[in-house]
């Protein structure tokens, strides 16, 4: 028996067969050639089998897993079409004279070099994957192996592997599989994206599991906590049991859960709180629906932008809004234009990079400066909103100045579409995402000139502790329950209903069970989360009287660390 630990990276407790996915050996030696256009012609094969391989993965992803996925395999593509990554590799086998597969490695670990050397964001961790993969894969070809895909495995298995590429689940078998584990991989990782969205309970950053666990083994695996995920291999007869135990326990939670899935959110005392979804993709949609979800609380739009070499247009992106406001009406759905960054490269854009990307040029900064792309953007919304329960929302805001010029672009936006006699909404109300200190602090002055907020806590928390929200070295200062963070959230409400607006919370707080009744006691009135913790959160509502929870979030207030708050609301959900 072996009892390992790693991160919850998408929530649930299974068991199942260890599936142990190796990677394939593509070890090779370097020759030396005489014959370089023999080379290239092998090479040549190898880049249009790579490509054809992933023009089948593409489709029968884009439809089925929904945009967002197909546009992982796209940005592969936009790789292996990449002509001066191609000629480089044939020019490296002219000009060595040697076999193509060191050529593409030698080109390949340039392009890897320089990856690396660019920091270890999120962005360009992710570009580091996809071009692996498709490295890997040009490599398989060119020495004639099979491709080794997870379509295969059988019923019940728990995968466990080292990191899954995009490109390892994309065939795979999704009914078979019962649970993931990786010993690689981030909670933002594509394992956890994917494993998220088809309800797969998974873990990552499991230290070792691969070389603790043999084809066939029986694992464990509860994710159920918020950070840490329990793995057991092999398990004695008692841990088995007390498993069991928790299984069923977790079975007939969902049971009940099932129960009031969909259900208002009100309070036993008849405090009506509104619950909506984040979403980035189609795929997520119907994925929140499915969970109960009446609403989106946070459309985040970025993926529009990412990776596309131009930029999308405005019908594109009316397409798109429309088919969610028209879904989910009368619904509400609020809309984040764009919020990009310095830390993520958008290829349609030449933005420059930056020391300090997180206090640069980001968010509500960008979209005013590229007034073109904002408008484009505001006008697909505005016609969107016509459509159905549309609200806008920017982010990064720290000053009402900027809120005031994105009106003044909505208003300009208005009489263009006017003009042109397109139908659109020229009430579409507007919020502001409260993620910046200054932002809380003026939470007052803005409230004057827009109709909502919604607090983007994982911002927020990032910018009022002074901690950077993807460096793992200070991880331990990223304090997600600092009173902090409890405060700023109690004066940005309270200034809102001064001026009677409503206050939302989308950033990750929001959806975490423990913290609802002392989000809703602070006067938070919108709560927006991940469509699976909704019916979680309905059931919590339910349970509480708006009494209980304004008692306990003044108790919470009186605390002074984020330990003494962890422990206070584990307490709470205990009672
Ligand atoms: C947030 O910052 O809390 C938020 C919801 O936005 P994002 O995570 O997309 O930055
Ligand atoms: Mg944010």
Known sequence: MTYTTGRSASPGITSGKAFIYAEQDLAFSTVQIENTEAEQTRLKEAFDNSKAELDEIKNSLTGDLGEEFGHIFRAQMTMIEDDEFYEEIIDAISSGKICAEAALDQIFSGYADMFSSLGEDDYNRQRLLDLTDVYKRILRNLLGLESSDLSAVPAGSVIVAKDLMPSDTALMNRDNVSGMITEKGGVTSHVAILAKSLGIPAAVGVSSIVASAKSGNEILLDTLEIDEAKIWISPALEEKKQFEKKVAGYKNKLKQLEEVKGLEAVTTDGKKIELSANIGSLADLESAINYGAHGVGLLRTEFFFLDTPTLPDEDKQFRFYKTIAEKLNPGMVIIRTLDIGGDKEVKCLDLPKEDNPFLGFRGIRVCLEYR???????????????????????????????????KELIAECCSELAAEKLDFNPDLETGVMVETPAAVIISDILTEECDFISMGTNDLTQYVLCTDRINEKVSEYYRMFSPAIFRAIKAAADNAHKNGKWAGICGELGGIPAAIPVLIGLGIDELSMTGQMLPEAVSIIRSVSYNYCKETAEELLKLKTEDEIKSFLQKKTLN
Do not use: Y
């Open 372 to 406: 073109n792309i904002f408008k484009t953007q505001l006008r697909a919304v505005l016609r969107a909103a016509a459509c159905g329960n549309v609200k806008v929302m920017f982010p990064m805001v720290a000053d009402v100045t900027e809120l005031r010029a994105a």
